[in-house]
């Protein structure tokens, strides 16, 4: 086993950081390894609160992005490789993304106006305006 193999095999993520071009791993060895955003277009095309949702996988050697299906290996950092997801790969990937995002509801606020919630004047304690009481 060459000596490469050794440090790869031994090496393990102990932090990740991801700027806005920039996806910084430091190892449990000592090392700190830094590669360009855009070898990651998943990464790329994540939003802040996406990348920075990453969790260990096999121990510490890779790391995967749930949010972005997104998974990357000390072993690749290590070597310098970039994704290897193709562009047809990632055009699906874009364009399911996009459906989910255009299906998520939009978040919308109560249709009550502040009053409709008061107690009426002519009603008992604790009623509200909106519905009378039920009982008899």
Known sequence: MSSLAIE?????VQRVRVTKDTL???LTDGRTISA???????LVHGSPVERNNWRLI????GIHWPNLDEDISV????LGKPSGESQRSLKQWLEARAARRAQVPK?????HSPT???RHPDRGRG??????????
């Open 8 to 12: 790869i095999r031994t090496a393990t």
């Open 24 to 26: 910084v791993v430091d």
């Open 36 to 42: 360009p955003l855009a070898w990651y277009p998943r």
């Open 58 to 61: 096999g121990g510490g050697v």
């Open 75 to 78: 072993e690749n950092l290590i």
């Open 107 to 111: 978040k919308h606020t109560s249709t």
């Open 116 to 118: 409709s919630l008061q």
């Open 127 to 136: 009623q509200s305006a909106r519905r009378p009481s039920a009982r008899p």
